[in-house]
């Protein structure tokens, strides 16, 4: 059987990490199954177990009984709570400043006896508090935080390519090491004009961050954790005076459903276009960034959006690094609704621009006179088969059996079945047309 998500819904229940999102079972050439509730951010029931039948009645008792479980699993200081233990903490003398690697949190003086028995870091710095994505443990679970968080190239990238562009407010959607960078040149710089707000999932960055600078946000059902309040934050954010443009940026994590993520940027996006009656007919400018196997899938949902050929690093994932080659190079690159002659690639890091497709391209990306594009996607030379009529990946070889291009020891499975889910032929699972009818 298959999972298919219908998206967020009014009056759906809730978990620790917002409304949850509404799914159905469905099996190939069967009708749809039973629709069901379950956790928006967690695709691992071992994260939040949270699931509910859309057609169940729930008892009084067992609603009490979630309230009160939701309530317990909720952190244990507010935004403003943290706010206040900041000012707190910065007041001390460099040897009172301490924090516990356990508990993820900056600790008060009277603190220190509930957590002597934990390892903890003193002498926290200046530097160290500007740079918080440094301090806290990475979140690497694929499907939920994925924090793997910005190399230094491509941060400094990022940031420089935003201000060539001419914004000066940046909205970091998940993107803390890009929100932290913005921050600590705005404290040290004093010509420097560019703003971040952070939305994050992440209740860590509360610890560092005024209500002004970090909304505890999910992006997989645009839910603000600080309310009305919170909500307001980030709308007031997106209002842009005559001279400080705004864009987006986001770095989902890689195991999350792209449905859920396009649903909530457009909201997003809607916020925008209602601070100003000038945005009717624009989408606010946007930097996502994904690998290019989801290209369809972005497109499907953002068709005004291109993918660009620089290779986004991190510094915390075994693959996803600078400077490796082949197959090895980072799959993730910069889908984004402005003009792709607009990003200019670094040449001493083998970007060229080439003047047919009018963008920038990796020095491997040959343009295909038969395609009429630069067609590779991964950063190595691709190779245009004739009878697919397309270019395929240099280790691809067109198989007459299967009548496509394959690996050359692939297993020859030719078939004839049809879509995922009625079972016919001539459409994907993606684009059945009895997933738009439910």
């Known amino acids: 059987g298959g999972l298919s998500l219908l998206g967020a819904v009014p009056g759906a229940p809730s978990c620790p990490h917002g409304p949850a999102l509404l799914f159905v079972k469905i099996s190939q050439g069967q009708e749809e199954g039973r629709r069901f509730y379950a956790c928006s951010a967690c695709r691992d029931r071992k994260d939040c177990n949270f699931f509910q039948w859309e057609d169940e009645k729930v008892s009084a008792t067992r609603l009490a009984a979630r309230e009160e479980y939701n309530r317990n699993h909720q952190p244990s200081f507010t ?20 924090f516990c690697q356990e508990c993820q949190q900056l600790l008060l003086p009277a603190e220190w006896e509930k957590h002597s028995s934990h390892q903890f870091l003193c002498d926290i710095s200046a530097a160290q508090l500007r740079s918080p994505s440094q301090l806290l443990y990475p979140l690497e679970n694929k499907k939920t935080n994925a924090q793997y968080l910005f190399a230094d190239r491509s941060c400094q990238f990022l940031l420089d390519l935003i201000i060539s562009l001419g914004f ?36 860590r960055y509360s610890q560092f961050y005024t209500e002004d600078e970090f909304c505890h946000y999910n ?7 600080g309310g009305e309040a919170a909500h307001e934050t980030c709308r007031k954010f997106l209002h842009q005076d005559k001279d400080e443009r705004i864009i987006m940026v986001t770095d989902p994590p890689f195991g999350g459903f792209v449905e859920a993520l396009a649903s909530s940027f457009k909201k997003l996006m809607a916020m925008w276009k209602d601070t100003e009656e000038g945005h009717n007919n624009q989408e606010m400018p946007t930097f996502w960034i994904f690998p290019y196997f989801f290209e369809s899938r972005i497109l499907e949902f953002f068709p005004s959006f ?25 799959p993730v690159r910069i ?31 040959q343009h295909c006179e038969i395609c009429n594009s630069c067609t590779s996607k991964d950063g190595r030379r691709w190779k245009h088969c004739v009878p697919c009529k397309k270019c395929v990946k240099p280790s691809w070889f067109h198989c007459n059996k299967c009548n496509c291009c394959a690996l050359e020891n692939h297993t020859c499975e030719k078939t004839d079945a049809g879509c995922f889910v009625c079972g016919k032929t ?12 439910s």
Do not use: W
């Open 426 to 437: 001539g459409h994907k699972r993606s684009t059945c047309p009895s997933l738009s009818r």
């Open 335 to 365: 889908f984004t609704n402005l003009s792709p002659r607009m990003i200019v690639l670094p040449a001493e890091e083998g970007y060229r621009f080439c003047a047919i497709c009018q963008r920038y391209v990796s020095s491997d990306n």
């Open 168 to 203: 000066r407010r940046v909205l970091s959607v998940g993107t803390p090491r890009l929100h932290e960078m913005i921050q600590s040149k705005a404290s040290q710089e004093e010509d420097f004009r560019v703003r971040s707000l952070l939305l994050d999932i992440d209740f």
């Open 219 to 225: 992006m997989f059902n645009h839910y603000f954790f």
């Open 306 to 330: 291109s993918m660009m050929d620089y290779q986004v690093d991190y510094n915390n994932h075994a693959l996803y690094k600078h400077g490796k080659t082949g197959r090895r190079q980072s």
């Open 79 to 98: 935004h403003r709570q943290n706010v206040e233990r900041y000012k707190n903490f910065v007041l001390l003398p460099l040897s009172k400043r301490r």
